[in-house]
């Protein structure tokens, strides 16, 4: 068997070993049973959706303020995106009913931007 040969199954032992180390460190970190109740797993997803759903809403919120403070707007679509930011807060409060949320649920820190307010 040639030199170069041997190296090579040398080093694929080595590299084996290595990964089998980390797996198994990585292996202890982790819990021993995944929570998977469906119940559980349902509302986290809910939660991750509204949070984003509200996000969005948020900045919608703030583009309307600062469109309407800037005269852009003609006061019948000031009352039309008054009407539609309502509902949205309407229809978030009912979801977040739904789901058993609360307004502290929804809540993240976006770093530098501060928490979701």
Known sequence: MPEDRVTSFDADDSM??????QLS?????????INADPERVEQ???R????LIEVVR???EHQAVRRMDGGGLSAEEV????LALLKLDERMQQMKGA???TDEDLQI?????????
């Open 16 to 21: 084996r070993e290595e990964l089998a180390t």
């Open 25 to 33: 460190e990585i292996a202890r970190a982790l819990p021993d049973r």
């Open 48 to 51: 991750l959706v509204l949070t």
């Open 99 to 101: 789901f058993g949320l």
């Open 79 to 82: 009352e039309r995106l008054g």
């Open 109 to 117: 820190d976006l770093g530098p931007l501060g928490g979701l307010r």
């Open 58 to 60: 948020k900045v919608l």
């Open 44 to 46: 986290g997803l809910a």
